[in-house]
């Protein structure tokens, strides 16, 4: 046990003890931190209780994980702004999200989507061509 200890649960429930005249704070851990609080607290014996001290958190926002440029590439071949984009710029002609993910793979002078990588080379081509199709894109929008 040390003496000094935190963990981050979620306040669950509050239930009164009227026969002691006090109020039991629940709070509520994964199920697979049950070693962990016996290790960091201990196991609280009848009549040895074990002081502790509650602390609200704020809760803290993940920010959205970022879709990988092997992600991205594939979810471009996929639309279908992207395939006329190609065709009208490049002579490009797909008939699948196959064809374009295969044509993004030769542009970027790799052999499977998975190279494309930022800060690499082949990520540096991927970032020049989704640049080129999102200004043809809005430029489309604003034209019609």
């Known amino acids: 046990m040390n003496d000094k200890a935190a963990m981050k649960g ?43 001290a509650i602390a609200r958190i704020e809760p803290v926002e993940e920010e959205p994980r970022r879709k990988s440029f092997a992600q991205q590439a594939k979810m471009l071949a996929k639309d279908d702004l992207f ?5 009208t710029k490049y002579g490009g ?4 999200a196959d064809g374009a993910e295969q044509w993004i793979e030769w542009n970027c ?4 989507c998975a190279e494309i ?12 061509l989704q640049a080129e199709f999102l200004n043809w894109r809005d430029a489309q929008e604003y034209a019609g």
């Open 93 to 96: 002609y797909f008939h699948d």
């Open 10 to 52: 979620s306040y669950a429930d509050l239930k009164t003890i009227k026969t002691r005249s006090s109020v039991q704070m629940i709070v509520e851990f994964p199920i697979e931190a049950g070693a962990e609080i016996v290790r960091k607290f201990g196991f609280p014996q009848p009549g040895e209780e074990i002081p502790v």
């Open 109 to 112: 002078e790799v052999e499977s």
């Open 117 to 128: 990588i930022e800060g690499t080379e082949a990520g540096k081509k991927f970032k020049q």
């Open 83 to 87: 395939k006329q984009f190609v065709e």
